[in-house]
């Protein structure tokens, strides 16, 4: 993602700070493309890799991203209080670390969840008032106070934060190894039906199958190491002198040159 986050975590007063300086769609922008790379993560996982759990303790991917989308749900509730000047409706205590993580749910109810997240954003952005309010804050526990536009840019942070921690449990050990997705099965991809197009029609190796087709790429394995070995013997042997024949001297050899 585009947000510095070391600066802004090992500085956190200039969340709010740089918020105000983006305009809505800006601000958008960065929530969006966080979620983007939430949904390129899991592009390439397993269910049985977002599920895996480094530790007890420790969060799951599934568990991380979950907990993700539930607390920008109600981050966007904030959002939309405090630019409509309603901050006596904020209960801070709602933010609860770690409240909404599930490690049940599967990898397409996952990017569904995160889908959702994104239609919920494009909806309060499109229907903020005229003139949001951008005086009322609610404090973060780290971060501090913040106003409507500095909590969209904390939940693009929270993302990318998130992130990393998602990489560690991909790099924890145990993590599984990636599921082979190999269609046809071998028996079947091994029918001349189904082989290679770029064969040619009248190739005899097409009406090899199964174990015949096994065998005789053995023998063809077999057999060339062999005829590479003939070869440069074959070579060595045209090289050498034949037997008896003198290096000629004197005045033949001068004659010659």
């Known amino acids: 993602m585009s947000l510095p986050l070391r600066e ?10 740089r918020a105000q300086a983006l305009d809505w769609d800006e601000l958008l922008y960065d929530y ?4 983007d790379d939430d949904l390129a993560l899991l592009a390439g996982l397993s269910e049985a890799q977002i599920h895996f759990k480094p530790t007890p303790e420790e969060f799951s991917i599934c568990e991380v991203l979950t907990h993700d989308a539930d607390s920008d749900r109600l981050f966007w509730m904030w959002v939309k209080l405090l630019i409509e000047d309603r901050r006596d409706e904020i209960n801070p205590a709602d933010l609860i670390s770690g409240d909404g993580a599930n490690n049940v749910i599967g990898l397409e109810a996952l990017r569904g969840e995160i889908e959702a997240c994104r239609a919920l954003a494009r909806t309060l952005i499109d229907a903020r008032p005229d003139t949001p309010a951008l005086t009322p804050t609610s404090p973060h526990p780290y971060f501090g106070e913040l106003n409507g536009k500095g909590w969209i840019y904390f939940m693009a942070l929270h993302h990318g934060i998130h992130l990393r921690q998602c990489a560690r449990v991909i790099a924890a050990r145990g993590f599984p190894p990636a599921e082979s997705v190999q269609h046809p099965a071998a028996d079947e991809y091994l029918q001349p039906r189904n082989r290679k197009t770029w064969l040619a029609p009248n190739d005899k190796a097409k009406e ?4 015949k087709a096994i065998a005789h790429k053995r023998d063809k394995a077999k057999k060339r190491p062999a005829a590479k070995a003939q070869g440069r013997t074959s070579a060595r042997v045209k090289k050498q002198k034949p037997v008896g024949q003198k290096r000629p001297s004197g005045k033949k050899a001068a004659a010659r040159r």
């Open 32 to 35: 969006e493309r966080a979620l």
């Open 208 to 211: 090899r199958t199964g174990a």
């Open 8 to 17: 802004l975590v090992d500085h956190p007063e200039l969340v709010n700070e």
